[in-house]
């Protein structure tokens, strides 16, 4: 089975758009935990990461939590999968676990590195904005 989108990234666009609908800037971990239902160490691992990679703003201390770095039509789908899962890779092999020699001929391939332009370019257009309709 073919999995596009991981735990992490689910969690992520999850928290993100939990963020987005609040009126608040700065959304503490408290509001998250509950609001979605998710364990708190590892919503805290997702904020994180995605403080880390510039989505998020941290602010510590009362009041603290943290905020988005974006407005939610300017944070991509894409740019969320690929901070949890790195690039959108379909094209690997399936017959073999090494790599083929056949790489640059086989149509398989070709076929599937097509299907992975199309689907990169459609999550290129979904946004957390796109989401929150």
Excluded: W
Excluded at 37 to 57: C, D, E, S, V
Excluded at 60 to 86: C, E, H, T, V, W
Excluded at 98 to 104: I, K, S, V
Aim: proline share 5%; aromatic share 6%.
């Amino acid at each position: 089975m073919l999995k596009l989108i991981t735990r992490d990234t689910d969690y992520a666009v999850r928290a993100i758009c939990f963020m987005a609908g609040k009126e608040a800037d700065v959304v503490s971990v408290d509001e998250m935990v509950k609001g979605l239902k998710m364990p708190r160490p590892f919503l805290r691992k997702i904020l994180q990461t995605l403080n880390k990679q510039g989505m998020l703003r941290s602010y510590k201390g009362k009041g603290g939590g943290f905020a988005l770095a974006y407005p939610p039509n300017k944070i991509l789908l894409l740019d969320l999968m690929r901070s949890f899962q790195g690039p959108l890779s379909l094209n690997k092999c399936m017959f073999k676990k090494a790599t083929c020699n056949n790489l640059r001929i086989c149509p398989l391939r070709k076929k599937i590195k097509s299907i992975e332009r199309h689907v990169v370019s459609e999550l290129e257009t979904v946004t957390i904005a796109s989401l929150l309709k």
